[in-house]
């Protein structure tokens, strides 16, 4: 075991014991440290064979029985439900300590079903299947009766058969039971077949009927074409049936205990007692279906190289599980992760380098969203390039390329993450590619996803790099496709300016601003301009001033376009001129178009630019919903640079009420605090806040939650129109609607479901109600039901 996975299990399992390390005494302490190291590190850096070492182990165990059991047993619970890459092992040590004390495998096997009991409850559900898979290898071991296995197995596919409860509840349990018999499932076909075969035929039925709404929106891919891209119930479930086909016979898990096979044989099993999974309660979050990612098979990989597991194999699961959870581990520390997953077990017999990738890849095209942040998996992959540059580089262009020819049906949410890595890795390698090779892109429609791939990679990289550089990189073939220089534009001093409205005011609050004027100053000189939107007739007052906004903000953003370093000084030393002008939506929207105008050429100024004003309350969400959807930015509407200015709204918005949900909580939870315990100090009853306090809390965090609806209210609205328009259009010319812009469209909508499901899913009730009702066209209302179906 490496160092970081010690490291792992050291940093979960400290937290638990420090208190207790504090009572025990220096000798006990000395004893639980060597028991630790003893089990943590069997069979490690030793020229003995793992098996001489686990009975070398369970010998010097069985003495420390009488003084350390409970010790011995947390220390075994923890390696059970937290290193399933070792469970074999711990589960055959296990065994040996049964064979020799039949009352500690009694309590072992007692402690490990508290510990599944206890995950159930507080929803891990990846330790509780860890627990569960480690009781079924006891079997295996001769610890627990392959029977009351069983009625653990049909306890869960019992609960897995409620009605009204959620499909992914279900979904869990019947995974949960599937998962264990690559493990387990030789020996109940060889000791209970028969309840076996009627556990299968209950999966089979189970599957049969379930719902797969989900799914379309869950495919990198939509069509299959070379590889089926499959439901992970569905593909576990074929993988199982092949090996139930097999006799049970696979080539990957290490079996320690059929070398002890005499010793174990011998022991007395345990019956396990009844284990039921819990009832289902509103606030449980179960894991969320997948799609199972598929780029090779074996005719990709080398002739003269080993074979890649087929996709139906039970081998390509279980390895494919190993490579996840090496990243699960050490995916902080990408030197670490990238030396583990190339020393991954037996990898000569498989073509490791693409199964590494493969993985890799399914992780960050993950739907609704990648475990980790996107820049982790680009890490890592730039670390397997330095430690394999032999092989590595290589099978990541193939991957590219094989992604590149498939790009076409290929999900939006993947395509920009696509995007993300591809110009990301460039450049930390040189911005060194074949462009040639992609020529045929350049004929097709600008929109058409392959050279649309290709501008927004340059798009991207120029984020990391500088104009020349990407114009270098392109050469004259690709110069189409490279963006324009990033330089800001104040129309006031273009040609023909003079003719504006403003123009001359602009000048003279451009020649303040660098006199270091003050905001009042800035806001005497605007007086001088007339209100557009005041008529002669009109008594009313307009709510704003478009003028005195455009030609405030524009001419301010071109003082601070230097970097962005200057814009953020000048907004900050100007915040009260934009409190003073943008009060209203409209003239916050109206801010926006000038904070465009400027910087149109320029995507990623616009971007941290629209943050910091949403940082800084100079515009609210909602505006910047309502500018994205305008008329006006048609131009851009299938941009990136749009919906990355309307995802990180959405997520300003949702980290605001999630902070005041927090302050709230735990306002109210120090409020009903005992105030008449003595231990309180004075310091206590002083932070304690009082009954207004809280309520003020609350009452801002039920309008954020209000200001959250109606930007998802916005959104969704917005969306329906301009699809629902298009339809119509569509069907009035005789024409497919599967346009390009549709493609996109429909894509982002998707997006924002999948990237925000959480938070779209507290308000899904009321988009249900107003805006995505029984109606509206199928084709749209599609993306919602398949978002429900997530949860459902």
Same mark, same amino acid.
Request: net charge negative; charged share 25%.
């Given at each position: 075991?490496?160092?970081?996975?010690?490291?792992?299990?050291?940093?979960?399992?400290?937290?638990?014991?420090?208190?207790?390390?504090?009572?025990?005494?220096?000798?006990?302490?000395?004893?639980?440290?060597?028991?630790?190291?003893?089990?943590?590190?069997?069979?490690?850096?030793?020229?003995?064979?793992?098996?001489?070492?686990?009975?070398?182990?369970?010998?010097?165990?069985?003495?420390?029985?009488?003084?350390?059991?409970?010790?011995?047993?947390?220390?075994?619970?923890?390696?059970?439900?937290?290193?399933?890459?070792?469970?074999?092992?711990?589960?055959?040590?296990?065994?040996?300590?049964?064979?020799?004390?039949?009352?500690?495998?009694?309590?072992?096997?007692?402690?490990?079903?508290?510990?599944?009991?206890?995950?159930?409850?507080?929803?891990?559900?990846?330790?509780?299947?860890?627990?569960?898979?480690?009781?079924?290898?006891?079997?295996?071991?001769?610890?627990?009766?392959?029977?009351?296995?069983?009625?653990?197995?049909?306890?869960?596919?019992?609960?897995?058969?409620?009605?009204?409860?959620?499909?992914?509840?279900?979904?869990?349990?019947?995974?949960?039971?599937?998962?264990?018999?690559?493990?387990?499932?030789?020996?109940?076909?060889?000791?209970?077949?028969?309840?076996?075969?009627?556990?299968?035929?209950? @999966?089979?039925?189970?599957?049969?009927?379930?719902?797969?709404?989900?799914?379309?929106?869950?495919?990198?891919?939509?069509?299959?074409?070379?590889?089926?891209?499959?439901?992970?119930?569905?593909?576990?479930?074929?993988?199982?049936?092949?090996?139930?086909?097999?006799?049970?016979?696979?080539?990957?898990?290490?079996?320690?205990?059929?070398?002890?096979?005499?010793?174990?044989?011998?022991?007395?099993?345990?019956?396990?007692?009844?284990?039921?999974?819990?009832?289902?309660?509103?606030?449980?979050?179960?894991?969320?279906?997948?799609?199972?990612?598929?780029?090779?098979?074996?005719?990709?990989?080398?002739?003269?190289?080993?074979?890649?597991?087929?996709?139906?194999?039970?081998?390509?699961?279980?390895?494919?599980?190993?490579?996840?959870?090496?990243?699960?581990?050490?995916?902080?520390?990408?030197?670490?992760?990238?030396?583990?997953?190339?020393?991954?077990?037996?990898?000569?017999?498989?073509?490791?380098?693409?199964?590494?990738?493969?993985?890799?890849?399914?992780?960050?095209?993950?739907?609704?969203?990648?475990?980790?942040?996107?820049?982790?998996?680009?890490?890592?992959?730039?670390?397997?390039?330095?430690?394999?540059?032999?092989?590595?580089?290589?099978?990541?262009?193939?991957?590219?390329?094989?992604?590149?020819?498939?790009?076409?049906?290929?999900?939006?949410?993947?395509?920009?993450?696509?995007?993300?890595?591809?110009?990301?890795?460039?450049?930390?390698?040189?911005?060194?590619?074949?462009?040639?090779?992609?020529?045929?892109?350049?004929?097709?429609?600008?929109?058409?996803?392959?050279?649309?791939?290709?501008?927004?990679?340059?798009? #991207?990289?120029?984020?990391?790099?500088?104009?020349?550089?990407?114009?270098?990189?392109?050469?004259?073939?690709?110069?189409?496709?490279?963006?324009?220089?990033?330089?800001?534009?104040?129309?006031?001093?273009?040609?023909?300016?003079?003719?504006?409205?403003?123009?001359?005011?602009?000048?003279?609050?451009?020649?303040?601003?660098?006199?270091?004027?003050?905001?009042?100053?800035?806001?005497?000189?605007? #007086?001088?301009?007339?209100?557009?939107?005041?008529?002669?007739?009109?008594?009313?007052?307009?709510?704003?001033?478009?003028? #005195?906004?455009?030609?405030?903000?524009?001419?301010?953003?071109? @003082?601070?376009?230097?970097?962005?370093?200057?814009?953020?000084?000048?907004?900050?030393?100007?915040?009260?001129?934009?409190?003073?002008?943008?009060?209203?939506?409209?003239?916050?929207?109206?801010?926006?178009?000038?904070?465009?105008?400027?910087?149109?050429?320029?995507?990623?100024?616009?971007?941290?630019?629209?943050?910091?004003?949403?940082?800084?309350?100079?515009?609210?969400?909602?505006?910047?919903?309502?500018?994205?959807?305008?008329?006006?930015?048609?131009?851009?509407?299938?941009?990136?640079?749009?919906?990355?200015?309307?995802?990180?709204?959405?997520? #300003?918005?949702?980290?605001? @009420?999630?902070?005041?949900?927090?302050?709230?909580?735990?306002?109210?939870?120090?409020?009903?605090?005992?105030?008449?315990?003595?231990?309180?100090?004075?310091?206590?009853?002083?932070?304690?806040?009082?009954?207004?306090?809280?309520?003020?809390?609350?009452?801002?965090?039920?309008?954020?939650?209000?200001?959250?609806?109606?930007?998802?209210?916005?959104?969704?609205?917005?969306?329906?129109?301009?699809?629902?328009?298009?339809?119509?259009?569509?069907?009035?010319?005789?024409?497919?609607?599967?346009?390009?812009?549709?493609?996109?469209?429909?894509?982002?909508?998707?997006?924002?479901?999948?990237?925000?499901?959480?938070? @779209?899913?507290?308000?899904?009730?009321?988009?249900?109600?107003?805006?995505?009702?029984?109606?509206?066209?199928?084709?749209?209302?599609?993306?919602?039901?398949?978002?429900?179906?997530?949860?459902?």
């Amino acid at each position: 075991m490496s160092k970081s996975v010690r490291r792992k299990y050291d940093d979960d399992y400290d937290d638990d014991r420090s208190a207790k390390r504090r009572r025990l005494s220096g000798d006990a302490v000395e004893i639980e440290d060597r028991l630790e190291s003893l089990i943590i590190r069997v069979g490690e850096r030793s020229t003995a064979s793992l098996e001489s070492n686990l009975e070398g182990l369970s010998s010097v165990l069985e003495n420390d029985l009488v003084k350390a059991k409970d010790k011995i047993q947390r220390i075994l619970v923890d390696c059970a439900s937290k290193m399933p890459e070792r469970s074999s092992v711990y589960s055959t040590l296990v065994g040996l300590l049964n064979a020799k004390n039949y009352n500690f495998g009694g309590e072992f096997a007692e402690s490990l079903v508290r510990c599944l009991k206890d995950s159930l409850k507080i929803c891990e559900w990846d330790k509780a299947r860890n627990c569960l898979r480690f009781l079924s290898d006891l079997v295996n071991c001769h610890v627990v009766s392959a029977s009351s296995l069983m009625a653990v197995y049909d306890n869960f596919l019992d609960a897995a058969l409620e009605q009204g409860v959620p499909q992914v509840r279900t979904d869990w349990l019947v995974y949960a039971v599937l998962t264990c018999l690559p493990w387990v499932g030789r020996e109940l076909f060889e000791k209970r077949e028969t309840e076996l075969d009627r556990l299968l035929a209950t @999966v089979s039925s189970y599957l049969d009927r379930r719902s797969k709404k989900h799914v379309p929106a869950l495919r990198v891919w939509s069509g299959d074409d070379p590889h089926p891209q499959e439901e992970h119930l569905d593909c576990l479930w074929a993988q199982i049936s092949k090996l139930r086909a097999d006799n049970w016979q696979e080539k990957h898990i290490l079996r320690p205990y059929l070398a002890f096979d005499s010793i174990l044989s011998e022991a007395l099993q345990h019956k396990l007692p009844e284990i039921k999974a819990p009832p289902h309660h509103a606030s449980n979050v179960y894991p969320q279906p997948r799609v199972v990612f598929r780029m090779f098979d074996y005719t990709d990989c080398p002739e003269n190289g080993p074979i890649l597991p087929g996709s139906h194999s039970i081998e390509r699961y279980l390895i494919e599980e190993h490579l996840h959870h090496i990243l699960e581990v050490h995916h902080n520390d990408r030197k670490e992760c990238s030396a583990q997953l190339l020393n991954f077990p037996h990898k000569t017999k498989i073509p490791l380098d693409y199964m590494i990738v493969e993985v890799i890849f399914s992780e960050l095209f993950q739907m609704p969203a990648p475990r980790y942040l996107e820049i982790n998996y680009g890490c890592i992959l730039i670390e397997l390039c330095k430690l394999q540059p032999s092989t590595i580089p290589q099978v990541l262009a193939q991957a590219t390329e094989i992604m590149f020819d498939r790009i076409d049906t290929m999900n939006v949410s993947a395509f920009q993450r696509f995007v993300g890595w591809f110009s990301y890795h460039l450049s930390n390698f040189h911005f060194r590619w074949q462009w040639s090779d992609w020529a045929d892109c350049l004929a097709l429609d600008p929109e058409h996803p392959k050279p649309k791939f290709v501008r927004e990679t340059f798009e #991207k990289c120029l984020r990391l790099s500088y104009h020349q550089r990407i114009q270098e990189m392109a050469g004259q073939e690709f110069a189409a496709l490279v963006p324009v220089e990033t330089k800001p534009r104040l129309r006031y001093r273009e040609e023909g300016a003079g003719s504006l409205p403003g123009t001359m005011i602009a000048h003279q609050l451009m020649s303040a601003i660098k006199e270091r004027c003050s905001p009042e100053e800035a806001i005497r000189l605007l #007086k001088e301009l007339h209100n557009p939107l005041k008529t002669a007739d009109d008594d009313a007052e307009p709510t704003h001033n478009p003028l #005195k906004i455009e030609v405030f903000t524009e001419t301010l953003l071109f @003082v601070g376009s230097k970097s962005f370093s200057h814009a953020f000084a000048a907004i900050a030393k100007f915040h009260y001129v934009f409190k003073v002008l943008a009060e209203t939506e409209e003239a916050q929207i109206c801010v926006l178009r000038s904070l465009y105008n400027v910087w149109r050429d320029h995507p990623q100024m616009m971007c941290v630019l629209v943050d910091k004003m949403l940082k800084t309350q100079i515009v609210e969400c909602s505006a910047v919903a309502n500018w994205i959807f305008s008329r006006e930015m048609n131009a851009d509407f299938l941009k990136s640079y749009v919906w990355e200015i309307l995802n990180l709204t959405i997520r #300003k918005m949702s980290q605001h @009420v999630h902070k005041l949900t927090v302050e709230a909580a735990e306002a109210r939870a120090r409020l009903h605090h005992d105030s008449g315990d003595d231990s309180d100090s004075d310091d206590d009853r002083r932070d304690r806040p009082s009954d207004e306090q809280v309520e003020r809390m609350e009452e801002r965090l039920e309008q954020a939650q209000s200001d959250q609806k109606t930007l998802f209210l916005i959104i969704f609205q917005r969306f329906i129109m301009i699809l629902s328009e298009h339809l119509v259009r569509s069907d009035t010319d005789g024409k497919d609607f599967r346009t390009h812009w549709w493609k996109w469209t429909f894509g982002r909508l998707q997006q924002i479901f999948m990237q925000h499901n959480e938070q @779209v899913h507290k308000y899904s009730q009321t988009l249900e109600t107003l805006l995505f009702t029984q109606d509206l066209d199928p084709h749209v209302l599609d993306a919602f039901h398949q978002f429900l179906a997530l949860r459902d």
